[in-house]
């Protein structure tokens, strides 16, 4: 158990519905990372928040957003659905801003969109 | 062409065997991570370097900054180690990840 947190497990939606993703980072982390990862194009990194703050983005859709709370938890919103958005998420948490830090994932989010 | 390319694709090994598995990337960059993604979809992370090695257990990893080339040994492999093996690099604001080494060790 890495102490990372992620709800719901699975998530069946329809195209052009809006789901909220959430992720609970390890106690006292302050990193947290959203990937995504399809059959088609693996791993990808999508954003990076630290302390509440955007610190680095990646190859994240428009239609797709997210933040970091006071707590520290974070919020991934997919809204606009497409079929290509069926993929599981991952989140990540990490104590340190920087990539140098170990960063413990989450089991995942399965998003089908049908 | 990527820029984290991994190698093999795809690696069959018998118990006991000693596996390596390559990373070459294009990027600067400032740390490699190797992941381990279970068959069931759980990720772990197994090493981050930045230079030199790292040794945990019968796993070791390499990484030569000016070749910009890593790998990961498995000593003694066994069944459990069966899993998909990821690099992952940060270049300049961003993360890149290669497509993945899926390992099987056959007993």
């Known amino acids: 158990d890495s102490g990372v947190t992620q709800t719901p497990k699975h998530l069946i939606t329809a195209t052009g519905q809006r789901v909220t993703l959430r992720c609970s980072p390890r106690?006292?982390?302050?990193?947290v990372y959203w990937y995504q990862q399809s059959l088609d194009q693996g791993l990808q990194f999508l954003i990076q928040?630290?302390?509440?703050?955007?610190?680095a983005k990646g190859n994240i859709l428009e239609r797709f957003s997210a933040q970091q709370f006071p707590d520290l938890h974070s919020e991934l919103n997919l809204s606009s659905l497409e079929l290509g958005d069926s993929a599981l998420y991952f989140c990540?948490?990490?104590?340190?801003?920087?990539?140098?830090?170990?960063?413990?994932f989450g089991p995942g989010t399965r998003l089908t969109v049908l | 062409k990527n820029e984290v390319e991994q190698s093999p694709q795809n690696l069959t090994a018998q118990e006991g065997e000693f596996i390596t598995i390559n990373c070459s990337y294009s990027?600067?960059?400032?740390?490699l991570h190797w992941l381990q993604q279970h068959p069931g979809g759980g990720i772990v992370s197994l090493f981050m370097?930045?230079?030199g090695k790292k040794k945990h257990g019968r796993l070791i990893a390499t990484i030569n900054i000016q070749e910009k080339h890593s790998s990961l040994h498995i000593t003694a492999s066994h069944p459990r180690d069966s899993a998909v093996y990821i690099c992952?690099?940060?270049?300049?604001?961003?993360?890149?990840f290669g497509t993945g080494t899926r390992l099987k060790v056959l007993a």
């Open positions: 106690s006292g982390d302050l990193s």
């Open positions: 370097l930045s230079s």
């Open positions: 928040y630290y302390n509440g703050e955007e610190r």
């Open positions: 990540a948490s990490s104590l340190r801003l920087d990539y140098t830090d170990t960063q413990y």
């Open positions: 990027v600067g960059i400032s740390a």
């Open positions: 992952a690099v940060r270049g300049t604001y961003k993360y890149i």
